[in-house]
């Protein structure tokens, strides 16, 4: 039993690597094009930016929240970048223009952070409000313009043909994928290791308890949030990159397959738990069942039902586990004697 438990996770992590390789097996048997190494890079590119939106989503609803603004911040902070950089005619080089973006990505967070944490607002609705109040924003100030890969900054444009592995007739892994990597595996370590990664897992677990042993709720959560904002443009950063263009009308509409990946890797909507293996995990499945659908014969216009599908499934098994966990209540029976 014991063992058992071990091998399925704290986040239900060996489930997930089981149901993962079920549908591998099942897609190589529907279709032989799919176990290639394609495929694979296919795979590992589509999921890059899922990814660094996943952990963002983690983060959040591991301390007890719902965001569904990140797409719009990530787009925006990408998108007013490259515009800026292609009307100034100036290339700050792509540390630069990554911090740049990075730069507006936390403004927007701090924004969310100080709304949420000072008035204790619902998560979903202040972010729900700040995407529509970015969308506005971007299509009356800032432009919406697509910006061709013949108009990105150079370097830019140079980074989206870095490649680290290239086989000709194959596929290639992209360069973008070392400093994804190495942001989630920052995002582990900051979560396992250290005193502000605890007390997010505090505050979702129980924000007043987290109150008592002397955590700083709205300090802390005002900063979560920065991060985030910060995640978010990073992403809308790698997604430019990689599609090798600007396009404000991409990456929103996109959440309903991030906050899925995350619900099935462990994370509960209900606070205090979630892995970023688990989370990876999570975004390998949504991806999958994403690119490949259509090799198996199903239509790809039964992609969002699929993953609507998952979304629910991860919902009501977490319901039904919490539901399972509260104590039971002891009722104590009292003899009665008779006269």
């Known amino acids: 039993m014991e063992t058992l438990r071990r091998l399925r996770g704290a986040n239900n992590e060996g489930v997930l690597v089981a149901v993962i390789l079920v549908v591998v097996i099942a897609m190589s048997i529907a279709s032989p094009a799919f176990f290639t190494p394609g495929t694979f890079f296919g795979l590992v590119r589509s999921s890059l930016v899922p990814l ?183 992403g809308g950063m790698i997604s430019v990159i990689l599609g090798r263009n600007a396009n404000p009308q991409t990456l929103v509409g996109t959440e309903l397959d991030i906050i899925a990946a995350v619900v099935l890797g462990g994370a509960s909507i209900f606070g205090g738990r979630g892995s970023v293996v688990g989370t990876a995990l999570g975004v390998v499945l949504v991806q999958l069942i994403n690119n490949n659908l259509v090799l198996i014969g199903i239509p790809s216009t039964w992609q969002r039902a699929a993953v609507g599908m998952l979304l629910i499934i991860g919902v009501t098994v977490q319901a039904l586990a919490a539901v399972r966990s509260r104590p039971r209540p002891i009722v104590i029976q009292e003899e009665v004697g008779h006269a």
């Open 52 to 234: 660094v939106f996943a952990l963002g989503v983690l983060l959040i609803m591991i301390s007890g929240g719902i965001d569904v603004s990140f797409p719009a911040i990530a787009i925006f902070a990408a998108y007013t970048t490259v515009a800026w950089s292609t009307e100034a005619s100036f290339d700050p080089t792509l540390v630069g223009i990554f911090a740049i973006a990075l730069v507006i990505g936390a403004a927007w967070g701090l924004l969310n952070g100080v709304v949420i944490a000072r008035f204790r607002l619902p998560t979903l609705i202040v972010t729900l409000g700040t995407q529509g109040v970015i969308k506005g924003i971007l299509l009356t100030y800032v432009g919406s313009t697509y910006i061709s890969a013949g108009k990105l900054p150079a370097s830019v444009a140079d980074a989206g043909n870095a490649h680290l592995v290239d086989i000709p007739g194959a596929g290639y892994l992209h360069g973008m994928m070392v400093p994804v990597l190495v942001v989630a595996v920052l995002i582990w370590w900051m979560l396992k290791y250290t005193m502000f990664g605890r007390s997010i897992y505090a505050i979702g677990g129980d924000v007043e308890a987290a109150r008592r042993v002397g955590i700083k709720v709205v300090r802390t959560q005002v900063l979560l949030y920065v991060l985030v904002g910060a995640l978010a443009a990073f």
